[in-house]
């Protein structure tokens, strides 16, 4: 168990639909990151945030956004979905404010688009 | 910007086989290249990592060497057991300018009693 949630586990809805993704770092981690799965591209780093400010943006949508809370808890919101947001999204933490130190990943969100 | 590339696609070995998958990186500014291994529902986690200023690092049975002048890093997995079937992904970094860890496209390792 790494020490982060994320929830929901699976979550199934239509073109067009707007969901939220939610994710509670390991406690004392200020940073958290967003990174996309899919099949054909592997991890692809979305976005970072380190105690509520956004640090680094990459190959993140216009039409996902994201934010990180005072209690440090993270969201990821995605609209006008289309079939190929269908993906895998990761939330990890770490301690560091940047990009060279261990990450720790949830299991993961699993979002179909139908 | 950076980009990882990563081979095999998949390997098959028998357990107690050695295994090595190697990773190239394009930014010579990376500095920080982490080896995640993500096994079947799971996410990723981190296995081993080495930082540009040692050429190489051991933890039991997994080693990683990093070659800087041809920018390429590799795993190595002795005595293999079927335990270690699981999705590797390589990555590299730096600390410097825009930051972001680029992994690449991982490596589906099996391991046959």
């Known amino acids: 168990d790494s020490g982060v949630t994320q929830t929901p586990k699976h979550l199934i809805t239509a073109t067009g639909q707007r969901v939220t993704l939610r994710c509670s770092p390991r406690?004392?981690?200020?940073?958290v990151y967003w990174y996309q799965q899919s099949l054909d591209q592997g991890l692809q780093f979305l976005i970072h945030?380190?105690?509520?400010?956004?640090?680094a943006k990459g190959n993140i949508l216009e039409r996902f956004s994201a934010q990180q809370f005072p209690d440090l808890h993270s969201e990821l919101n995605l609209s006008s979905l289309e079939l190929g947001d269908s993906a895998l999204y990761f939330c990890a933490s770490s301690v560091v404010d940047t990009h060279t130190g261990e990450l720790f990943f949830g299991e993961g969100s699993r979002l179909t688009v139908l | 910007g950076e980009n990882v590339e990563q081979h095999p696609s998949t390997l098959s070995v028998q357990e107690g086989d050695s295994a090595v998958i190697k990773c190239t990186y394009s930014d010579s500014a990376s500095n920080y290249f982490p080896w995640y291994k993500q096994e079947l529902g799971k996410g990723p986690q981190l296995i081993i990592d080495?930082?540009?200023?040692?050429g190489e690092k051991k933890d039991q049975r997994i080693a990683v060497t990093l070659n800087k002048t041809a920018k390429h890093f590799s795993l190595h997995i002795t005595e293999t057991q079927p335990e270690d079937s699981a999705v590797y992904f390589c990555a590299a970094s730096k600390k410097t300018g825009f930051q972001k860890l680029v992994f690449g496209t991982g490596t589906r390792l099996l391991v046959s009693p």
């Open positions: 945030y380190y105690n509520g400010e956004e640090r």
């Open positions: 406690s004392g981690d200020l940073s």
């Open positions: 080495i930082r540009s200023n040692v």
